[in-house]
C-alpha cells in the first residue's frame, strides 16, 4: 500500500487517479462537484469517495470552499501563464491568439471533469472567491489585448467589444461538454479559427497554424 | 388588495412584478435560485419572499422542479417559436440567422433574472427536464439549419461543426452578465453580428441589419 501520508490511516486501497492524498481528494470533489452539485456534495461524501476519514481530508483541506478554490485556480494556472508570454512574444498577433486558443480549449476538453460548468455558481461571487476572480479576469483581459493586435491589423471593422468574444467562445466548450455528457469532437480545431473569424479576420488559416504550432513548441 | 386567487389569504401586500399569485412565484425564484443556488433555496424560502404560505405555493406548483422546469420553458418559447417561423420564411440566410440571434440575445440581455446561468445545473439531466432539454435541443438545431443555409452561400471553407457556434455564441450573453453583474451593453449589436462572422461571413452588415429588421416586423 501506498504511504497515505499524514492523517490516520486509509480505509482501504487507493482508487482515484493522483499520487497525493491531496490529488485524489481534489478528483473525488470534481466528480462530485459537477455530477451532483456543488451545494449538494459534503465533505464527508468526498471523504467517503476517496475512502478516507472526514478528519483526514481536513488535514488537507480546511473547508469545502478551499477544495473549489484549488480545483478553480487550476483551470486558469497554465492558461494564464501562456497569455502571459504570448503577450510577450514577437510574431504575428493572430498566430498568438490562435496559439492561446487552441491550448486552452485543449484542455477544457479533456480534462478529466468539466469543472468550467462551476464558473457560473452564485458561490464564486463571494469574497472567499476573489483571488480567483481576478486571476480569471487577467486571463480575459491577456485574451482582449491579443485580440486588439489582431483587430489592428485588420481592414474589417467590426463591432464595439468584440475583442472580449475569443474569450467567450473558448469557454462554449464547457457548455458543450455539459450539453453532449462527451468533449466536442471538432473543438480543438472549430474554436481557435473561429475566435480569429469573430474579429473580422479572414486569411490563410493553414499558415497561421503552422506558426501557432511552432510558438506553443517554444513557450510550453 | 388584488385578489390572491386560489389557497389561503396572503400574509401581505403584493410585493413583486406580476399580475398572478404564479408569475409573483416565479419571479421570486428567479430571484433566489440565481443569486443563492438553486440547491441552497427552498420552497418555504420562496414562499416567503412572495409573502405567501408554503400551502398556497404548492397550489401552483408541486415540487421545486415543477418552479425550474416553468422557469427554464420561458426561457427557450419565444426563441424556439420565431426560429421555426425564420425557418419558413423566404429570404436571405444571414438576414435570417442575425434575426434570431438579435431577438435571443435581445432576450438574454433583458430579462430580469439571468436564468440561463441554471442551464448548467447537474439537475437538469435528470429525467425530469426531459422535456426542456427537447425544447432546447430543437432549438440549438433550428440555429444550426439557419448557419448550414448562410454557408451554403458562402466561398469559405470554415472548420467542420461551425453550424452549432452562433448558438453558442448567443448563450455567452449568460456568462457575461454573470461575471459582470450586468447585462452586457455591447451584446446586442455585437452578437448578431459574430454569429454570422464565425461562419466566415463577409459583407454589408448594414443591409444584413435593415432585412432583419424587416423580417422581425413581420415575424414577430
Redesign the interface.
Known sequence: MVNPGPGRPRLEQRRRPGTTPRAEILDAAAELF???????TSTRRVADAVGIRQASLYHHFATKDDILDALLADTVAEPLALSAELLKEAGDADARLYALASFDTAQLCSSRWNLG?L?????L?TERFESFRVRRDEL?ANYASLARRVLAQGQ?S?????E??PF??V??V???R??D?AS????P??IP??AL????W?GDIAAVQTAARRLSDRTY
Chains 1, 2 share one sequence.
Open positions: 459537477t455530477n451532483n452539485g456543488y451545494a449538494n460548468a464558473y457560473l455558481l452564485p458561490e461571487r480575459r474589417v467590426v463591432a464595439a467589444g468584440v472580449y468574444l467567450r467562445l469557454e462554449t464547457i457548455n458543450m455539459s450539453d455528457g466536442p469532437e471538432h473543438a480545431r472549430l479559427e473561429a473569424r469573430v474579429l473580422g479572414s
